[in-house]
């Protein structure tokens, strides 16, 4: 599973063959350059979906539902899950947590008819209360919370469950206490953000965006700069555009058009 946020992104992780694709709430940080996944509203959300939508046909499509659209009630869950898939056009939808009312919300979503991924472990839009965005399940206490949630949310109806930032240990035994398929994130490459995965961001500005535990199978970022870099550097020694389209040899009417 990667993530992707535009048609762009959707049609190369399409044709790289992959299985699943997660409209992540991670958009409010790689896509719109926030410091968290706080800050995106459901109706941005919808807006990435949709693009993806059109870029995507193969993989199953998974919609984050973003922070304050699913934590009052069961019943602004499925409204914001329906939203999801009848707006965004996702095939799913991933929720955070597995506290009684989120394994509660996710069964009601299930029995509205919208398949649902959980997510436990670092669940970011967490943050306030757990600190930061540290490991979790590091005591045993932490671990059997992990873990039981876990299995709340396998029992609620959940498809597949996210394991986000937990020792490998503790997402072992998740994975063996559960029939449903767990995915894990930072550390075990199950599922990466795609500029994470593509080395889009590469200068230390831009470290509070990109996890330092993550594997980076490009370097993209770089390729563009490069790319941008010479394109700057080309016109302004005016060797591009070439010396055909520049304004003075078009004929008055192009250079008409032009201006
Ligand atoms: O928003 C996201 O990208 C995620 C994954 C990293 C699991 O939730
Ligand atoms: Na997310």
């Known amino acids: 599973m ?18 699943l694709i997660l409209v992540g ?38 919609g984050d539902l973003p922070f304050g659209s699913y934590e009052s009630s069961a019943a602004q869950a499925v409204e914001s899950a329906v939203r999801l898939v009848k707006e965004g056009g996702v095939d ?28 436990v472990g670092l669940t970011p839009q967490a943050i306030s209360v ?12 932490s671990a059997l919370k992990v873990v039981e949630a876990a299995l ?17 240990p503790v997402a072992a035994a998740a994975t063996q206490a559960l029939q449903i398929p767990t995915i894990r994130h930072r550390g075990w490459i199950s599922v990466l953000v795609y500029h994470d995965l593509l080395g889009m961001f590469h200068s230390p500005d831009h470290s509070k965006v990109t996890p330092k535990f993550c594997k980076q199978f490009g370097n993209v970022g770089a390729v563009i ?18 010396a055909i389209c520049t304004p003075y040899k078009m004929s008055c009417k192009d250079a008409d058009d032009f201006a």
Not at 3 to 18: E, L, Q
């Open 2 to 19: 990667v993530t992707a946020y535009d048609y762009s992104s959707a049609v190369h992780v399409d044709s790289a063959g992959i299985d």
């Open 225 to 242: 700069t490069k790319a941008l870099t010479e394109y700057r550097e080309e016109v302004e020694a005016r060797s591009f555009p070439d």
């Open 130 to 141: 757990l600190g930061g965005f540290r490991a979790q399940g590091k005591t045993i206490d």
């Open 92 to 119: 799913a939808v991933k929720m955070e947590g597995g506290a009684p009312s989120r394994v509660s919300a996710a069964r009601a979503i299930v029995e509205a008819g919208i398949a649902v991924m959980g997510h």
């Open 152 to 168: 709340a949310l396998q029992e609620a109806g959940c498809f597949a469950v996210v394991l986000e930032c937990v020792p490998s």
């Open 25 to 62: 709430d991670s958009a409010a940080m790689v896509a719109h350059g926030h410091g968290n996944t706080l800050p995106i509203s459901l109706d941005l959300m919808l807006e990435h979906c949709r693009a993806v939508v059109r870029g995507a046909q193969r993989p199953l499509i998974v």
